[in-house]
Nanobody, 124 residues
Framework: QVQPVESGGGLVQAGGSLRLSCAASGRTFSSKAMGWFRQAPGKEREFVAA????????LYADSVKGRFTISRDNAKNTVYLQMNSLKPEDTAAYYC?????????????????WGQGTQVTVSS
Protein backbone atom coordinates (compact mmCIF):
# COMPACT_ATOMS: atom_id res chain seq x y z
CA GLN A 1 0.00 0.00 0.00
CA VAL A 2 1.19 3.52 -0.86
CA GLN A 3 -0.07 6.64 0.90
CA PRO A 4 0.75 9.89 -0.93
CA VAL A 5 1.17 13.23 0.87
CA GLU A 6 1.43 16.40 -1.22
CA SER A 7 3.25 19.64 -0.38
CA GLY A 8 4.51 22.75 -2.11
CA GLY A 9 1.32 24.51 -3.11
CA GLY A 10 0.80 28.22 -2.64
CA LEU A 11 0.02 31.56 -4.23
CA VAL A 12 2.05 32.68 -7.23
CA GLN A 13 1.73 35.34 -9.91
CA ALA A 14 1.03 34.43 -13.50
CA GLY A 15 4.26 33.49 -15.25
CA GLY A 16 5.79 32.21 -12.04
CA SER A 17 6.85 28.73 -10.96
CA LEU A 18 6.10 26.25 -8.23
CA ARG A 19 7.32 22.75 -7.46
CA LEU A 20 4.96 20.28 -5.89
CA SER A 21 6.25 17.27 -4.00
CA CYS A 22 4.50 14.03 -3.19
CA ALA A 23 6.04 11.82 -0.54
CA ALA A 24 4.65 8.32 -0.50
CA SER A 25 4.99 5.69 2.18
CA GLY A 26 5.29 2.02 1.33
CA ARG A 27 7.99 -0.34 0.15
CA THR A 28 6.42 -0.81 -3.28
CA PHE A 29 6.74 2.81 -4.39
CA SER A 30 9.22 2.15 -7.19
CA SER A 31 6.92 -0.46 -8.74
CA LYS A 32 3.97 1.89 -9.08
CA ALA A 33 3.16 4.54 -11.64
CA MET A 34 2.32 7.89 -10.07
CA GLY A 35 0.09 10.65 -11.32
CA TRP A 36 -0.87 14.25 -10.67
CA PHE A 37 -4.44 15.44 -11.08
CA ARG A 38 -6.13 18.75 -10.35
CA GLN A 39 -9.60 19.95 -9.56
CA ALA A 40 -10.88 23.51 -9.75
CA PRO A 41 -14.08 24.56 -7.95
CA GLY A 42 -17.15 23.38 -9.82
CA LYS A 43 -15.13 21.28 -12.23
CA GLU A 44 -14.29 17.62 -12.53
CA ARG A 45 -10.93 16.26 -11.52
CA GLU A 46 -8.61 16.33 -14.51
CA PHE A 47 -5.39 14.59 -15.41
CA VAL A 48 -2.17 16.61 -15.33
CA ALA A 49 0.79 14.21 -15.65
CA ALA A 50 1.90 10.66 -14.90
CA UNK A 51 5.19 8.81 -14.62
CA UNK A 52 6.07 5.12 -14.65
CA UNK A 53 7.70 3.36 -11.72
CA UNK A 54 11.19 3.61 -13.24
CA UNK A 55 10.61 7.15 -14.45
CA UNK A 56 11.26 6.08 -18.01
CA UNK A 57 7.77 6.87 -19.31
CA UNK A 58 5.84 10.08 -18.78
CA LEU A 59 2.50 11.38 -19.95
CA TYR A 60 1.16 14.95 -19.92
CA ALA A 61 -2.15 16.65 -20.50
CA ASP A 62 -2.04 18.90 -23.56
CA SER A 63 -2.85 21.90 -21.37
CA VAL A 64 0.41 21.60 -19.42
CA LYS A 65 2.75 20.09 -21.99
CA GLY A 66 5.90 22.18 -22.31
CA ARG A 67 5.26 23.99 -19.02
CA PHE A 68 5.08 21.22 -16.41
CA THR A 69 7.61 18.45 -15.74
CA ILE A 70 6.97 15.33 -13.70
CA SER A 71 9.86 13.43 -12.15
CA ARG A 72 10.52 11.00 -9.33
CA ASP A 73 13.25 10.01 -6.91
CA ASN A 74 12.64 6.42 -5.87
CA ALA A 75 15.38 6.57 -3.25
CA LYS A 76 13.30 9.23 -1.50
CA ASN A 77 9.87 7.78 -2.36
CA THR A 78 8.98 11.15 -3.82
CA VAL A 79 7.37 12.42 -7.01
CA TYR A 80 7.70 16.01 -8.16
CA LEU A 81 5.73 18.31 -10.41
CA GLN A 82 7.70 21.31 -11.60
CA MET A 83 5.27 23.94 -12.86
CA ASN A 84 6.58 26.84 -14.92
CA SER A 85 4.87 29.66 -16.81
CA LEU A 86 1.85 29.29 -14.59
CA LYS A 87 -1.47 30.71 -15.75
CA PRO A 88 -4.58 31.70 -13.77
CA GLU A 89 -6.37 28.71 -15.30
CA ASP A 90 -3.88 26.43 -13.52
CA THR A 91 -5.52 27.42 -10.23
CA ALA A 92 -6.83 24.25 -8.57
CA ALA A 93 -6.29 21.74 -5.82
CA TYR A 94 -3.56 19.38 -7.00
CA TYR A 95 -3.68 15.73 -6.03
CA CYS A 96 -1.01 13.06 -6.16
CA UNK A 97 -2.10 9.50 -6.79
CA UNK A 98 -0.47 6.08 -6.86
CA UNK A 99 -1.49 3.59 -9.51
CA UNK A 100 -2.47 0.08 -8.52
CA UNK A 101 0.21 -1.15 -10.93
CA UNK A 102 2.95 0.28 -13.15
CA UNK A 103 0.76 1.35 -16.04
CA UNK A 104 0.65 5.11 -16.48
CA UNK A 105 -2.86 6.35 -17.13
CA UNK A 106 -4.83 9.56 -17.45
CA UNK A 107 -7.91 7.91 -15.94
CA UNK A 108 -8.52 8.70 -12.25
CA UNK A 109 -10.12 5.33 -11.44
CA UNK A 110 -6.87 3.59 -12.42
CA UNK A 111 -5.30 5.05 -9.31
CA UNK A 112 -5.94 3.34 -6.01
CA UNK A 113 -4.33 5.71 -3.52
CA TRP A 114 -4.81 9.45 -3.28
CA GLY A 115 -3.35 12.26 -1.23
CA GLN A 116 -5.36 15.03 0.41
CA GLY A 117 -4.34 17.65 -2.13
CA THR A 118 -2.44 20.93 -2.07
CA GLN A 119 -3.86 24.24 -3.29
CA VAL A 120 -2.23 26.16 -6.11
CA THR A 121 -3.51 29.67 -6.80
CA VAL A 122 -2.20 31.70 -9.72
CA SER A 123 -3.05 35.39 -9.68
CA SER A 124 -3.28 37.46 -12.86
Amino acid sequence: QVQPVESGGGLVQAGGSLRLSCAASGRTFSSKAMGWFRQAPGKEREFVAAISGSGGKVLYADSVKGRFTISRDNAKNTVYLQMNSLKPEDTAAYYCAADRDDLISFIPRAYGYWGQGTQVTVSS
